[in-house]
């Protein structure tokens, strides 16, 4: 990766492939506290995952990096052109086709038919589901439907990648496939990657950093760096190194006390 | 890169149908299985059907005196006169025609005003406010109250019964055509915001193909409403083609019972047909992939 340095307004813009929060604090209209002075960044090649109780501000904090909500106060720098967004819910269009759906961004971006294609087959074989490109959504499992989500976001090649939840739905066998599978895209791809999730488990197994997110107004109370080198082994989550982070997020989580 | 289902991935193996696609369940079974399952459902409408028949002569020779049988023909004597003389059933048919025409023509103009209005209000909350109290009222209004109102506009011919067909089958367009455009995923709004759709690819390759089966729902009330605006609109103006309602009329007045009740059963063949039409037009459409048992996937 060569970084370009040019004149000085171009330093002020983010480098191709990272994202940075700074200082992001979000009150919604109604007075709910959602998130309280944020900051922390993503460098491209980095995975970052955010856990945190239910309802202190991960998906807020998605909204704010990708452009769709405004922060109250704050800024974030990321370039967001081809931005990759990984909803919760596979949001697939019910009628298209599996291919015709992981088509549509490529569509909205204005590329001719052709390349469209191209990328589209190439991004549903790179998640296993070649022979359903012809299928309807309706057609399709918990966890295929999320395949073709990740399919749609990874035809652009993203250079940033934000994750909320995406595998929350689906059973913990088809999780770990997902994961491994999402795990591949990174090495192979080198993306900045960030994170939402609360499986303790995913994170450490997924990440090169864990951030753990306090209860409204989320607040940033722990870091973690994750040691292992990838691509990590499936059976990673059994070693006793694996189990002791863990654990120390899972402590951190509940607020430092028991 | 390729990760292959085969090796990577058990769990993506063991969800793969064996089919192209599962298809609604159907029944499997012997024969005798099956012809079991069409009897229970052909048999029990077919036994109301004859009852029906024998209440009917029943209420023709047994209930009505001979001087006024003519109040209910009996069921033999409707089809002889009413269908199987020629003058008389091509007069029905042709009255049938031009009342389809009508109804066509109506719901077409009101198909592409009620998807326009529908359109406009979708666009912003400003004109779907301004509106909707108008339509509202529209509905409520009885058709037969505005009928003068609409001979005294139009006239008596062929454009007043195009207008009542036209704002009596306005509505559920309208309803139904809004209530599809609305009806699209907050998260595939928030993904075609993320990628800069314009407000035009917004509406063409998300808005309207997830109206469509609330549209050709609306789409099938309608039709039936524009053959019903027809038939009343044509009872009621005199001038231009004959219709159904021209005839049901004349029959009445000259109490042709067995005419009248041939023309009546006609009138609603058309209705079952228009409806019927319109289903199979829906499952043409939406059949493929509209599952109305998940609002979203
Ligand atoms: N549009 C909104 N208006 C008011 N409050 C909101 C809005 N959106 C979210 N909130 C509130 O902000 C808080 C954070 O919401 P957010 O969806 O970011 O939580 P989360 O951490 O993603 O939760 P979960 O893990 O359950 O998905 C919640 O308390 C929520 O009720
Ligand atoms: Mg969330």
């Known amino acids: ?258 | 890169m390729t990760l292959s289902p085969s090796d990577t991935d058990p769990a993506a193996t063991s969800e793969m149908p064996s089919e192209p696609a599962p298809t609604p369940a159907t029944p499997i079974g012997t024969t005798s299985n099956r012809r079991r399952q069409i009897g229970s459902v052909v048999l029990p409408p077919f036994l109301l059907g004859l009852g029906i028949l024998g209440l009917w002569y029943a209420i023709s020779y047994l209930v009505l005196a001979e001087r006024r049988r003519f109040l209910l023909r009996p069921p033999h004597q409707v089809i002889e006169k009413g269908f199987l003389d020629t003058s008389t059933f091509s007069e029905i048919l042709s009255g049938l025609v031009s009342s389809a025409r009508v109804a066509l023509i109506g719901l077409a103009i009101a198909i592409v005003l009620g998807m326009t209005i529908a359109v406009i209000m979708s666009q912003t909350k400003l004109a779907e406010r301004a509106i909707f109290p108008y339509m509202v009222t529209l509905q409520a209004i009885p058709i037969l109250a505005i009928v003068p109102l609409i001979s005294f506009w139009f006239g008596t011919g062929q454009t007043s019964r195009v207008v009542v067909c036209v704002i009596i089958a306005l509505f559920p367009i309208i309803v139904n055509t809004l209530f599809g455009l609305q009806s699209a995923e907050r998260g595939a709004h928030d993904l075609f915001t993320l990628h800069h759709a314009s407000r035009l690819t917004r509406l063409r390759k998300l808005m309207f193909p997830a109206a469509l089966p609330a549209i050709f729902a609306g789409l099938r009330i309608s039709a039936g409403l524009s053959v019903i605006g027809a038939v009343v609109g044509d009872f009621f103006f005199g001038r231009g083609d004959v219709g159904i309602g021209q005839l049901l009329r004349r029959y009445a007045n000259r109490l042709q019972g067995e005419e009248l009740l041939a023309a009546v059963i006609m009138t609603s063949a058309l209705g079952v047909c228009v409806f019927w039409f319109f289903g199979w037009l829906q499952n043409r459409a939406v059949g493929k992939w509209y599952d109305p048992s998940s609002s979203g996937t």
């Not at chain 1, 970084?3 to 200082?23: I, K, M, Q, V, Y």
Request: contains cysteine; charged residues 25%.
């Open chain 1, 1 to 258: 990766m060569t970084s370009t340095s040019a004149d000085a307004a171009s330093s002020l813009r983010p480098s191709a492939g990272s994202l940075a929060f700074n200082e992001i604090s979000m009150v919604f209209p109604d007075g709910t506290e959602a998130i309280d002075r944020v900051s922390f960044s993503v460098e491209r090649g980095e995975f970052v995952t955010v856990v945190g109780p239910s309802g202190c501000g991960k998906s807020t904090l998605l909204k704010i990096a990708s452009g769709l909500l405004e922060a109250t106060a704050g800024t974030v720098e990321v370039d967001r052109e081809r931005l990759g967004y990984v909803f919760q819910d596979a949001t697939l269009l019910a009628w298209r086709t599996v291919q015709r759906n992981v088509e549509l961004l490529a569509e909205l971006h204005g590329f001719d038919a052709a390349e469209r294609g191209r990328l589209a087959t190439e991004a549903i074989q790179t998640v296993g589901l070649a022979g359903f490109e012809n299928h309807y959504p309706r057609a399709l499992s918990g966890g295929m439907k999320m395949r073709a989500s990740l399919a749609r976001t990874l035809t652009l090649k993203p250079p940033v990648f934000l994750f909320d939840e995406p595998f929350g739905a689906v059973d913990e066998i088809t999780r770990e496939h997902l994961n491994e599978e999402t795990q591949r895209l990174f090495v192979a791809e080198g993306f900045a990657g960030l994170f939402i999730t609360h499986s303790i488990s995913e994170a450490v197994y997924m990440s090169s950093r864990v951030l753990v997110m306090s209860a409204r107004p989320g607040r940033i109370v722990a870091e973690f760096e994750v040691p292992f080198d990838y691509p990590r082994p499936r059976d990673l989550r059994f070693e006793p190194e694996f189990a002791r982070l863990s654990g120390e997020i899972s402590h951190a989580l509940r607020g430092g006390h028991s």
